[in-house]
C-alpha cells in the first residue's frame, strides 16, 4: 500500500557513527557485541506494546496471550482500514490504485486471521509440550522451522565449508567479476544458506526475559512529573549523550546491566553457537530489530581470517508480530534513513528504522549493527596483525522476512557510505527475498552500487521452485516498461538480481534489472563438476536422505501449495545442490 510522501535526500548519520566504539581495553568480542545489544532493550523496556508481551512471557498466561495477540490484530485493522478509506476519499487515487488498497486490505485482514488463529493453537500449552518431546525424540531438539529436516545441519562438509571461508576472504581486487562478467560463488552460498537456515533457532525467551528486567524500573533521568496545570514545561531530563555499549548501565545501574546481560543467554544461541564451532566459525547475536519476537541479526566470523557474514532472520512461523510486519505492506517515505531512496514497506521498515525510539535513547537497529560491524572489524584486525593492505570483508545473508531486513541495511550502508575504509562491502546472498520498495528506490540504489567499476558487488536474490513469497507477491514495480502510479499498492519491487534454481543439466537462470541484461553470469565453484557430483552421492547415500528429498519434490509439485513449501529452506538446500555449475540462461519475467 501507499501513501503521499516526499523523498529527502539528505539521511541522518548513524547514532554511533562519530562515537569511540567500546574495544579499546576489552579483547572479549562477545562481551563488547553484547554491550551493544544492551542499549537495544532500554528502547524495548520502554515500549508498551513490548512491556505487555514480556508481561504474558513472565506470567505464562495462555488467555493473557490471546488477548494480547487478539488486540494486536484489532490495531491493525483499524490502523489498516482506517489508512485505506483516507487513501481512497481523499488521496486523490485513481479507481486501479483504490481497488489496490482494498485488495491489501481485504486479503490482509482475511489471511492475518487464519495466522492469528494457528499461531494461537501453536501455543496451546499441550500443543507446546507435545511439541517438544517430538522435537527431542525425533526433530534434534530444533525449533519449529528446522525441526523437521534436522539432517540439513549435517549435509555441509568440511571440504565445502573450507572453499566458501577461502572465497569469503578473497580481496575485492582479485575477485574475478568484472563489467561484462558476474560470479555467483556456489560454495559461499551453501555457507550462507546454512547460516540463514541455523540463525531460525534464536527464540525470544531470553530477550523478553532481559526486557522484563528494566521494563518496571525507573531510569536514572526519570523526573518526577510537574502538575499538568504549569504548560509547556518538559516533564522529563533531555537524555544526556551515551556512548555505545553504556546506555544500559548508566541509566540502570552495573548490577542490572550484568543481569540484564546474563538473561541474554539462551538455549537457542547455544544451538547457533555448536553448529558453527564444527567449522570454525564464531557467532554473537547483534540486534533484536526492535521486537521481542525471534527476529534478530547475528554476526558471524572466523576468527583467524578476514570476513564477517551479518545474517538476518527471517519470519518465526508462529510469532503473530512477526508476521504483522510481514503484512503492514503500506509504503512510507525512508529517505531521511536512506540516501537517494523513495519509499520502502512499511513493516520491514521498522525493524530497522523505527520512528518510535525511546527517549531514554536515541538507538536504533542500525546503529547498533554498525557499531558492532566496526567493532568486530577492528577487533578482527587487531587479533590478526592485519596491516593497511588488508579490508575486512563484509557479506549479508538471510531468509525470507530475513532477506528484507538486510537489504536495507546493506542499502543504507551502500547509499550513505557509513563503513570506514578498512572495511570492504561485499555481496549479499539472499534466499526466498520478499518485495522490498518502488521503482525510483531501485533505480537509485543501482546506479549507486555500480558506481565504482573497480570494485564490483552483486546483491544476490535466489529464488527455488516459483517459491511462493519471492515471486507470487504483487511486483509490477520490477517491469520498467509498465506505467504505473507510484500510489498503486502494486507498486513494489524486489532489490537485486534474481537468480532461479534449476536441476542440473540444465543451467539456472538470471532475471532483473539489478545489473544488466545480457550480462554473462557464470555459477562458480571452487570444486569441479565431477567433484560436486561425487558430493551429493554421498549425501544422498546418508540414510533415508534420498527418500526425504524425493518426498519433498513431490510435495512442491501440488498446486499453489506446493509453492508455499518451497519456501521452507531445506528445499532451497536440496534445490542448490541440485544445479549445474557453469554460465547461467537470462530470461524475462
Not at 546483491?459 to 507470487?472: K, P
Request: proline share 5%; aromatic share 10%.
Amino acid at each position: 500500500m501507499s501513501s503521499p510522501s516526499t523523498n529527502p535526500t539528505t539521511a541522518n548519520n548513524p547514532v554511533h557513527d562519530d562515537e569511540p566504539l567500546p574495544t579499546d581495553g576489552d579483547d572479549d568480542i562477545h562481551s563488547i557485541l553484547r554491550k551493544l545489544r544492551l542499549d537495544e532493550v532500554v528502547g524495548l523496556s520502554q515500549n508498551n506494546t513490548h512491556k505487555r508481551t514480556v508481561r504474558y512471557n513472565a506470567a505464562g498466561n495462555y488467555i493473557s496471550l490471546v488477548f494480547l495477540e487478539t488486540g494486536r490484530y484489532i490495531r491493525y485493522l483499524f490502523q489498516t482500514w482506517t489508512s485505506v478509506i483516507i487513501s481512497i476519499l481523499f488521496g486523490g487515487l485513481g479507481l486501479f490504485d483504490a481497488l489496490s488498497l482494498l485488495f491489501f486490505a481485504v486479503g490482509g485482514s482475511a489471511l492475518l486471521l487464519l495466522i492469528l488463529i494457528f499461531c494461537l493453537a501453536a501455543h496451546f500449552p499441550v500443543l507446546v509440550r507435545l511439541y517438544y518431546r517430538w522435537s527431542a525424540k525425533y526433530g534434534g531438539g530444533l525449533g519449529l522451522v528446522n525441526a523437521g529436516n534436522p539432517s540439513l545441519f549435517y549435509a555441509l562438509t568440511q571440504e565445502q565449508a573450507a572453499a566458501a571461508k577461502k572465497a569469503l576472504g578473497v580481496d575485492i581486487a582479485k575477485q574475478k567479476d568484472n563489467t561484462k562478467e558476474r560470479f555467483f560463488d556456489f560454495d559461499i552460498a551453501k555457507l550462507t544458506l546454512q547460516i540463514a537456515s541455523v540463525i531460525y533457532e534464536h527464540d525470544n525467551d531470553a530477550i523478553r526475559k532481559a526486557v522484563a528486567l528494566t521494563a518496571s524500573d525507573k531510569p536514572k533521568t526519570y523526573a518526577p512529573q510537574l502538575s499538568s496545570i504549569v504548560s509547556g514545561i518538559r516533564t522529563n531530563l533531555d537524555p544526556p549523550s551515551h556512548g555505545p555499549g553504556r546506555l544500559l548501565e548508566d541509566l540502570f545501574g552495573e548490577q542490572k546491566s550484568d543481569d540484564v546481560s546474563q538473561a541474554l543467554d539462551s538455549e537457542g544461541d547455544r544451538k547457533i553457537r555448536e553448529f558453527c564451532a564444527k567449522f570454525g566459525i564464531d557467532f554473537e547475536p547483534v540486534s533484536e530489530l526492535n521486537n521481542t519476537s525471534s527476529a534478530f541479526a547475528g554476526l558471524f566470523w572466523d576468527p583467524n581470517s578476514n570476513w564477517i557474514i551479518l545474517s538476518f532472520k527471517g519470519t518465526g512461523p508462529i510469532e503473530f508480530g512477526e508476521w504483522l510486519s510481514d503484512f503492514n505492506a503500506f509504503m512510507v517515505p525512508v529517505g531521511t534513513h536512506v540516501n537517494l531512496f523513495s519509499k520502502v514497506h512499511k513493516g520491514f521498515k521498522e525493524r530497522v528504522f523505527p520512528e518510535d525510539v525511546s527517549k531514554l535513547g536515541s538507538f536504533r537497529p542500525y546503529d547498533t549493527i554498525l557499531a558492532g560491524t566496526k567493532a568486530l572489524a577492528k577487533w578482527l584486525r587487531k587479533k590478526n596483525g592485519f596491516g593497511d593492505n588488508v579490508k575486512i570483508n563484509l557479506w549479508f545473508t538471510g531468509h525470507s522476512l530475513g532477506c528484507a531486513t538486510a537489504s536495507l541495511v546493506y542499502t543504507r550502508m551502500v547509499m550513505n557510505d557509513d563503513l570506514p575504509k578498512k572495511i570492504e562491502l561485499r555481496n549479499p546472498y539472499l534466499f526466498a527475498a520478499p518485495i522490498l520498495c518502488d521503482r525510483p528506490s531501485v533505480e537509485s540504489f543501482n546506479g549507486k552500487m555500480f558506481g565504482d567499476s573497480k570494485r564490483i558487488k552483486t546483491m544476490w536474490r535466489i529464488t527455488s521452485n516459483d517459491d511462493a513469497v519471492a515471486t507470487l507477491l504483487p511486483e509490477l514495480g520490477d517491469y520498467n516498461s509498465l506505467q504505473i502510479s507510484p500510489n498503486n499498492g502494486f507498486a513494489f519491487a524486489h532489490l537485486g538480481t534474481e537468480l532461479k534454481l534449476r536441476n542440473e543439466p540444465d543451467n539456472s537462470n538470471v532475471a532483473g534489472n539489478h545489473i544488466t541484461y545480457g550480462t554473462t553470469v557464470h555459477l562458480d565453484s571452487a570444486f569441479s563438476k565431477e567433484e560436486i557430483a561425487k558430493q551429493r552421492a554421498e549425501h544422498l547415500a546418508q540414510p533415508g536422505e534420498a527418500k526425504r528429498e524425493l518426498i519433498g519434490v513431490f510435495l512442491q509439485k501440488i498446486p499453489l501449495i506446493g509453492r508455499l513449501i518451497a519456501h521452507c529452506t531445506i528445499y532451497y538446500w536440496d534445490q542448490l545442490d541440485r544445479v549445474a555449475i557453469g554460465e547461467c540462461n537470462w530470461v524475462i519475467n
